[in-house]
């Protein structure tokens, strides 16, 4: 797997983590669960946030890198 790919699966974990704290938050009448769960998501939203500034400095610095592109390209010489 690329770094790119890796980069990119790192930042849909992230993104998928946050989604459960939320659903668990929702599914709880705890209200000490509650805070917790909207803290991690609210760090969660903070790593995101930064690992995805991350993400597209390497994409901009080593464009082979650049997941949604080789996409692009892939899909072109599909054509």
């Known amino acids: 797997m690329s770094v ?3 980069l990119h699966q790192t930042l849909a974990s ?3 983590a946050k989604t459960d704290m939320e659903t ?3 599914s ?3 209200k000490d669960a509650q805070k917790l769960y ?3 998501e609210n760090q969660l939203e903070n790593m995101i946030n930064s690992f995805a500034g991350r993400v597209n400095y390497v994409e901009e610095q080593e464009p082979q ?3 949604k592109k080789q996409i692009q390209e892939n899909n ?3 054509s």
Do not use: H, I, M
Request: aromatic letters at 10%.
């Open 4 to 6: 790119g790919k890796q």
């Open 14 to 16: 992230l993104r998928s």
């Open 24 to 26: 668990y938050a929702l």
């Open 28 to 30: 709880t009448e705890d």
């Open 38 to 40: 909207a803290d991690c």
């Open 65 to 67: 890198y650049n997941v």
């Open 76 to 78: 072109q010489q599909k």
